[in-house]
């Protein structure tokens, strides 16, 4: 076992990993998970610049993280950085305070680099199961846009479409400044629609329906099969490695497209950042199901996090 800690810095989050890994046997036990909002782009789009008070955010979270990474004593560190950091005209800045917290400089990934660590993340634990038939699709439905990774022991092909939970609810489901309570119709229809060309546009690249297994990732699915799973609070254990029908999922859809907000919150395991996208992100999930013929998605809590910290295991070999 190799005591990695893995760091992900995004445009609005940074989150961290320390887990032991073991590259043979394709076991990672997680010893701290954490995150936290640091706004890292704020005005960079803007003033093409990271603005101070982001840049000193970011650096009290690594500071907290510095301190736990010592304190459990990881033996290699890999810290992967949004384009936003590479972009800005102060990028030296952001390296410089890195490194001086933390001793490894911020790496910028690239899009293949970013499908193989969130496949990686997302099947690892998986790849020695009997029941679980490859070539798997790793589907992340994150805010704004959705990723497809299909592959068997590595990634054979990836594409990222701009469907997601938000996007779809605020194109959509939005009227006159309100979010449709519950939506009509025709509004459901328009995010079909919506979805399906953008599947179209993956299968250019991405064959969906030659996966033996679906992976899905990212809020929306885990809500999704905490829902199915019956729980009375969010448990990412019972949530971890559950396996959802299509069924199942086509009843909850159907369930949350016809709530209203009232009744969605009120359902225990619903976050409430999630309370008024979660019908459009359970609508992606099934058109997805529906589009690749699965019967059944296996949910997955790791992620691209997990991925970054099998490859600082296997950079440590």
């Not at 950091?85 to 933390?102: K, M, P, Q, T, Y």
Request: hydrophobic share 45%; with cysteine; net charge negative.
């Amino acid at each position: 076992m190799k005591r990695v800690a893995a760091i992900d810095c995004g445009t609005n989050s940074i989150r961290l990993l320390v887990a032991d890994c073991d590259p043979a046997t394709g076991e990672l036990k997680e010893l701290d998970r954490r995150m936290q909002i640091v706004r890292l782009g704020q005005g960079v789009d803007r003033t093409g610049r990271l603005a101070p008070e982001a840049l000193e955010r970011t650096f009290a979270a690594c500071r907290e993280y510095a301190a736990v990474i010592k304190g459990l004593g990881a033996e290699q560190v890999r810290f992967v950085a949004t384009s936003a950091s590479r972009d800005a005209e102060n990028r030296d800045d952001f390296v410089r305070g890195v490194v001086d917290i933390l001793g490894v400089e911020p790496e910028v990934i690239t899009g293949d680099q970013e499908a193989e660590f969130s496949f990686n993340g997302a099947t690892k634990e998986l790849t020695g199961r009997a029941d679980l038939a490859r070539p798997f699709l790793v589907v992340d439905i994150g805010g704004g846009s959705t990723e497809f990774v299909l592959g068997d022991a590595s990634v054979r092909a990836a594409r990222s479409v701009d469907v997601g939970c938000v996007r779809m609810t605020e194109r959509h489901l939005v009227h006159e400044g309100q979010i449709s309570d519950p939506p009509t119709e025709g509004q459901i229809a328009a995010i079909k629609a919506d979805v399906a060309t953008a599947l179209d546009r993956a299968e250019e690249i991405v064959p969906l329906r030659e996966a033996a297994t679906l992976v899905g990732l990212a809020g929306s699915v885990t809500t999704v099969a905490a829902i199915a799973l019956g729980l009375d609070r969010y448990e990412s254990e019972a949530i971890h490695h559950s396996r959802i029908s299509l069924a199942k999922v086509r009843e909850i859809t159907d369930r949350l497209l016809s709530s209203t907000h009232a009744e969605r919150a009120a359902i225990p395991v619903m976050h409430p950042g999630r309370v008024d996208v979660i019908a459009a992100g359970a609508l992606v999930l099934l058109s997805i199901m529906e589009r690749t013929g699965a019967a059944e998605v296996v949910v997955s809590e790791h992620d691209i996090l997990d991925g970054i910290a099998w490859h600082a295991a296997l950079d440590d070999e």
